[in-house]
């Protein structure tokens, strides 16, 4: 429908008011969400656009520490740096280029732990979790792009 004049615009808006019963009939009766679209959780499933998500992961605490890490440089002439999460923490807040940011981001014990666990699932390329029957222990990679 044209909606260049104030008339159109009226005509079309009573059209919709007039449809909106039997809209809303079939979405609660008839409307059956497709399989690939059904969510557990939700009902419906969510979708994140790449690129926004990418973003907003850009921001988290976790890509901050991984920011930190890569400017700590804790794993000197080994690769791949193994340690606890204790340790690391404790790397970052001694070391003159990350205490300040550390300090800040890392305000409780476990927070460098907890951190690591979400990039070992976000980020399994650089953070692997290394756990042993005596000690949690993590694995990180450099970034070959950051050397």
Same mark, same amino acid.
Not at 94 to 110: E, M
């Given at each position: ?8 615009? $009226? ?6 008011? +007039? ?10 009766? *008839?409307? @059956?969400?497709?399989? +690939?679209?059904?969510? $557990? ?6 979708? #994140? %656009?790449? !690129?926004?998500?990418? %973003?907003?992961?850009? &921001?988290?605490?976790?890509? !901050? ?7 700590? +440089?804790?794993?000197?002439?080994? *690769?791949?740096? !193994?340690?606890?999460?204790? !340790? ?6 001694? #070391?003159?280029?990350?205490? *300040?940011?550390?300090? @800040? &981001?890392? /305000? ?9 666990? *979400?990039?070992? /699932?976000? #980020?399994?390329?650089?953070? /692997?979790?290394?756990?042993? +029957? #005596?000690? @949690? $222990? ?10």
């Amino acid at each position: 429908m044209p909606l260049e004049s104030p008339g159109e615009k $009226r005509a079309f808006w009573g059209q919709i008011e +007039k449809e909106l019963p039997g809209f809303l009939y079939f979405l609660l009766y *008839d409307y @059956r969400i497709p399989e +690939k679209l059904r969510d $557990r959780r939700f009902g419906v499933a969510t979708f #994140h %656009h790449p !690129e926004l998500a990418q %973003h907003l992961q850009e &921001l988290s605490p976790q890509a !901050e520490l991984l920011e930190l890490i890569d400017l700590l +440089k804790p794993w000197g002439t080994l *690769d791949p740096w !193994e340690g606890s999460s204790k !340790e690391l923490r404790l790397q970052l807040l001694n #070391h003159d280029s990350t205490c *300040d940011d550390a300090r @800040r &981001l890392l /305000k409780y014990p476990n927070a460098c732990g907890e951190y690591l666990g *979400d990039l070992a /699932k976000s #980020h399994p390329d650089r953070v /692997k979790d290394g756990r042993t +029957k #005596h000690a @949690r $222990r993590w694995i990180v990679f450099r970034a070959y792009d950051n050397q």
